[in-house]
Structures are given as C-alpha cells and as structure tokens.
C-alpha cells in the first residue's frame, strides 16, 4: 500500500538537547490538533467522502500527517536524547520522565494523553472539511 524508505523526508538534526522545547513540540505529536489526529482525521473521514477524488486527496493528506508524526518525534527524541537526572528535573521533563522515560507518547503539552475524541469525524463532507481546516489553522 505505501512505500516507505525508512529515512525522513526532511532530515532533523538537533545537536543540542532541550527538554523545555520538547515540552512544548510533543503537542504536536499527540495534542489535539497534533499529527496523530490529523492523519486519524483525514484517513477515517474518507470513507464517506461522496466524492472519490477528495476520497483519495484525505488518503493522501492523511498518509502525509503520518510522515509528519514522523518527523516530530524524531525533533521530540533528540530534544530529549542523553539528558542528565539533573537537566531532567531542572527543566521540569521529570513530570514525563517519571510514566515515560525519553520513549515518545503521544500527549498534549499540558500532559493531556492522545485520545480519540479529539478528532471529528461526521460523515458529511462540508462539517468534516470544515473541521480540517479549523485543525490545520491551529498549527503552531
């Protein structure tokens, strides 16, 4: 279904750690109008697309969402990577440290887990379209 190269598109490379912005950049993960709901959202919302092109344009968008997941966490791992206890807890990660160490979950930046109600999807093509553009408006 997809070919994946197992290399980013845009390649991130952070050399300096900084778990403050890693707070803030991990919403973009897994907070509400984050990569894990868009693409949630453009992959469930084709299905009752009435209009096979826009169909395919959400699988396409959806799939691209997923690429972009991709690249947050990898900006989120080496914000992370190689911490100190002491930078950990000065930089107050040690609120994600303590339930995730430096693994990637998807969250909020208050700390909010991903959950599946923080996408739409309703079936009618004006509400659904309507709902991504109000979510990609939000992007930081």
Same mark, same amino acid.
Request: aromatic share 10%.
């Given at each position: #279904?997809?070919?994946? !190269?197992?290399?980013?598109?845009?390649?991130?490379?952070?050399? +300096?750690?900084?778990?403050?912005?890693?707070?803030?950049?991990? /919403?973009?993960?897994?907070?509400?109008?984050? !990569?894990?709901? &868009?693409?949630?959202? @453009?992959?469930?919302?084709?299905? /009752? #697309? $009435?209009?096979?092109?826009?169909?395919?344009?959400?699988?396409?968008?959806? =799939?691209?969402?997923? &690429?972009?997941? !991709? #690249?947050?966490?990898?900006?989120?791992?080496?914000? +992370?990577?190689?911490? /100190?206890?002491? !930078?950990?807890?000065?930089?107050? *990660?040690?609120?994600? @440290?303590?339930?995730? =160490?430096? &693994?990637?979950? $998807?969250?909020?930046?208050?700390?909010? $887990? *991903?959950?599946?109600?923080?996408?739409?999807?309703?079936?009618?093509?004006?509400?659904?379209? =309507?709902?991504? #553009?109000?979510?990609?408006? =939000?992007?930081?």
């Amino acid at each position: #279904m997809w070919n994946y !190269e197992k290399r980013l598109e845009y390649p991130v490379n952070i050399s +300096t750690p900084n778990p403050k912005i890693a707070q803030i950049i991990i /919403t973009q993960f897994g907070g509400p109008d984050g !990569e894990l709901s &868009a693409s949630m959202r @453009y992959l469930s919302q084709r299905y /009752t #697309m $009435p209009y096979r092109n826009v169909a395919g344009l959400l699988t396409d968008i959806g =799939t691209e969402e997923l &690429a972009h997941m !991709e #690249m947050i966490c990898a900006i989120v791992h080496q914000l +992370t990577r190689n911490l /100190t206890p002491e !930078e950990i807890k000065a930089s107050g *990660f040690d609120k994600y @440290y303590v339930d995730h =160490t430096l &693994a990637l979950w $998807p969250q909020a930046a208050g700390g909010i $887990p *991903f959950n599946a109600c923080e996408f739409q999807s309703k079936g009618d093509a004006i509400t659904d379209l =309507t709902e991504d #553009m109000a979510a990609d408006g =939000t992007i930081l």
